[in-house]
């Protein structure tokens, strides 16, 4: 079937895109408009024109995957000008999502009805590290004004159709059948001059005068980095100054620039990075998945609480369990106040904060958790105890349920075999605070059958997260690089990195806070119980003997108002010259004679720590691709989407080589800490990089 369809009704021709999955105006796509359009134009029984979309969607914007290639014509803001400028007036039909480009293309059209459930409308291009190109940053702010459109696009947020009416966006929100409507809508405009968006003034009075001065101050660390929000505001700014044709000008330089910049190139491979995490190898897209309706939760602590928050803003049942009343009130009224908090926010409503209370059932009776179709363990991390209630669960689940642990370390394979159905067991790793943390690392154990994975993966896409697989070994993908680069980081604190110069470097860098301050964010005890239960030796006892004796100290972290830092009542962190005294202590005591270390180096042997490990991993096997490692640093350690993640930054920034040779030479300075992996010094060798290697995978 043509991706382009007309259809003539009566005097209203109805164009119609059809490029599944998402309406990407891709080249084919902006051929068949084009065709379409000028035939429409050229036929006179024509008197208007309906536009579009198919399925869910109107169009999710320009391809993506054509960005690394040369752009072939018709463009796509050239396209878009000339059915503006079209003699009849042109209706877009917006039947869903309407996206960057797509909602560009609307915007080119002379007049926009909705469909009342559209959800999505938005110019989220700065997510990419670009910024609308396709004449939405001149035209958006003659549809909807200067400041409404500078949040939309800095932002990257998206509007709902009813939002998308209150502002002027939308003419008219239809309750029925969108495309009669749109039709109607077309017939009374029928034989009018268009009304044009482009050739709208935006009169000075309308907008506050400082609006770019003040944008530009709030952008402050924004998630896209450096470039990308100065240059949207600059281009919002020359539709105040300048005609059409000249801002669409000045907008496509600026997108040329950001588009140019390693930034972008990062967000854009971060983009499909996440969307190929969900691709697993013998698993095909077609596998049954398992029934999920109803969730259980054992454990109401910390993570506990986020999780059933998780499931419950979801839309799912939750009962959770806990071993004594006093426990389960905590963690319920942990529940109860981060749903009115999140009321109060506005980011939900009233009456849907009390729907999803009243879809949890507390109870302090495992065996409660027998219906449930999906039982996730949450109790505290030791292994007797994990292998004592996994005996239990198995007893209690009913067949078909699927059983998950929320270990961060543990091995999953022994926590399953404590059960007559490790088919079933999963590691199910949420990252704190569970209910916001967008990554969830699905731990596949040596039996873990291929439909319990798809599940979990598609449970992973219902409650909002990014699942990416990973196998079972000491702190399976995420934690054993954090381990790996935690202990280079208290190397450099022995060696005479300050806490204060550790987080000020990666901060600086773009980190979203300093493996010092999350360590005291997380709990300090919480590292210290599996230290302790590791029984440490050699370097890494040594590079431990600071943050234990910290912890010995009763400094647990912000819980205890002081752990690296000590912490106001409003938990702003502050340098404490006692933790330096400590520090500066303990490397006498080791006769490590200290030194300033700039933070170039903190940074380049952090980097190089995470992605040295993440080479052995992948190996190993245990992450399926260098992507789904850069994929977990994004969305479960801080870790800038516009860096890329460690991996991308050693193929794109650092250079695989060079990456090889800086890792040798910490190793000839260090020691074992810093040997090569075996995978990292071949590709090295070969002129090879990580997504070479994860392309073979495809
Ligand atoms: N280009 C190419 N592929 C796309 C795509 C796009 N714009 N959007 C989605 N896909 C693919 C995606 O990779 C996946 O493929 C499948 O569609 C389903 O997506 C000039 C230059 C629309 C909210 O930033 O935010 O316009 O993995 O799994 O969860 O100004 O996709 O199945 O093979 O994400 O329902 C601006 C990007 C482009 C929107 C749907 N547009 N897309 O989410 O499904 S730049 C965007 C999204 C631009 C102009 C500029 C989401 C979605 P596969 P999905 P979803
Ligand atoms: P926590 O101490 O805050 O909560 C554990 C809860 O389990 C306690 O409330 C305790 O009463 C309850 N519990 C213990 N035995 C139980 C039993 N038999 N039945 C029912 N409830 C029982 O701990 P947490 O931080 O929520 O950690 C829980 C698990 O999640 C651990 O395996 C931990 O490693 C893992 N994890 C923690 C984090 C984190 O940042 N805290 C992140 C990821 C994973």
């Known amino acids: 079937m043509a991706i382009v369809e007309t259809e003539k009704k009566g005097e209203i021709a109805v164009i119609r895109m059809d490029n599944p999955p998402v309406n990407a105006l891709g080249h084919a796509l902006r051929v068949g408009l084009e065709r379409a359009f000028a035939a429409a134009n050229a036929d006179a029984g024509i008197k208007a024109i309906v536009l579009t979309g198919t399925g869910k969607f109107f169009s999710a914007g320009a391809d993506i995957s054509e960005f690394k290639a040369e752009m072939k014509e018709p463009f796509l803001p050239q396209l878009i000008d000339r059915i503006e400028q079209g003699s009849k007036p042109v209706v877009a039909a917006l039947n869903g999502t309407a996206l960057g480009g797509g909602l560009e293309l609307a915007l080119g059209c002379h007049y926009r009805v909705a469909s009342k459930d559209v959800r999505q409308l938005g110019l989220p291009e700065i997510k990419l590290g670009i910024l609308p190109g396709a004449g939405g940053t001149q035209r958006l702010p003659r ?5 409404p459109a500078l949040q939309l696009i800095t932002a990257g947020s998206f509007i709902d159709a009813q939002k998308a009416a209150a502002a002027g966006l939308v003419d008219k929100v239809v309750e029925q059948d969108l495309l009669p409507a749109a039709i109607a809508f077309a017939e009374q405009q029928a034989g009018k001059p268009p009304r044009r968006i482009g050739e709208k003034k935006i009169e000075p009075g309308t907008f506050a005068a400082d609006a770019f001065h003040k944008a530009k101050m709030q952008i402050g660390r924004h998630p896209s980095g450096p470039l990308a929000a100065k240059a949207a505001i600059a281009a919002v700014e020359a539709a105040t100054e300048l005609p059409l044709a000249e801002g669409n000008q000045r907008e496509r330089a600026l997108f040329r620039e950001l588009a140019a910049s390693p930034y972008a190139r990062a967000l854009q491979y971060a983009f499909f990075a996440e969307r190929q995490a969900a691709n697993l190898p013998g698993i095909g897209g077609d596998t049954k998945l398992r029934e999920v309706n109803t969730v259980g939760i054992l454990g109401a602590g910390t993570m506990g609480t986020g999780i059933a928050l998780a499931f419950l803003n979801g839309g799912f049942p939750v009962t959770i369990v806990e071993t004594t009343q006093e426990a389960l009130d905590k963690g319920v009224a942990r529940i109860k106040d981060t749903l009115s908090a999140n009321a109060k926010r506005g980011r939900i409503t009233a009456a849907q904060a009390a729907d999803r209370l009243a879809k949890l059932t507390p109870s302090l009776e495992m ?17 007797a105890l994990k292998k004592e209630v996994f005996g239990k669960l198995d007893k209690i689940a009913k067949s078909g349920a ?12 022994a926590i399953a075999a404590e059960t007559k159905r490790p088919q079933d067991v999963v590691g199910l790793h949420f990252f704190s605070p569970a209910n916001i943390m967008r990554l969830l690392e699905i731990v596949r154990a040596e039996k873990t059958a291929g439909d319990v994975m798809a599940t979990a993966m598609a449970i992973a896409k219902r409650i909002g997260k990014v699942g990416v697989q990973a196998g079972v070994c000491d702190g399976f993908v995420g934690n054993r690089m954090l381990a790996a680069y935690g202990g280079e980081v208290q190397a450099m604190n022995l060696e005479g990195a300050m806490p204060q110069e550790i987080d000020g470097a990666l901060e600086g860098w773009g980190m979203a806070m300093g493996p010092l ?24 006892a040594q590079n431990a003997r600071i943050p234990d004796k910290i912890v010995e100290m009763g400094r647990h972290g912000q819980k205890t108002g002081a752990g690296y830092y000590k912490y106001d009542e409003n938990r702003k962190r502050m340098v404490d010259p006692e933790i330096e005294a400590l520090i500066r202590g303990e490397a006498e005591a080791l006769q490590i004679k200290q030194r300033p270390i700039p933070a170039d180096e903190i940074v380049e042997r952090s980097l190089l720590r995470l992605a040295n490990e993440g080479a052995k ?5 245990i992450a399926l691709r260098a992507s789904d490692i850069d994929t977990m640093y994004l969305n479960g350690y ?17 250079g695989v080589e060079t990456a090889a040779q800086r890792i040798k030479a910490y190793e000839a300075k260090y ?10 010094a071949k590709l090295a060798a070969d002129g090879g990089t990580f997504a070479a290697l994860d392309a073979k995978k495809k």
């Not at 709990?523 to 370097?539: H, P, Q, S």
């Not at 516009?642 to 920034?653: C, K």
């Open 143 to 147: 549809a909807i004004g200067v400041e």
């Open 367 to 383: 065996a409660d958790l027998g219906p449930a179709d999906l039982i996730i363990e949450a109790v505290f991390e030791n292994m």
């Open 402 to 413: 699927i059983i998950a642990t929320n270990t961060s370390t543990l091995d999953v394979d």
């Open 517 to 540: 301050a999350v360590s005291d964010l997380a709990g300090l005890d919480v590292g210290y119980r599996i230290r302790k239960e590791r029984k440490l030796t050699g370097e890494a």
């Open 617 to 621: 991993i992948l190996e190993e096997g």
């Open 638 to 654: 801080g870790f800038p989407a516009w860096r890329g993640g460690p991996m991308w930054q050693v193929d794109n920034v650092i």
């Open 671 to 680: 020691g074992a800490r810093w040997k090569i992996a075996p995978l990292l």
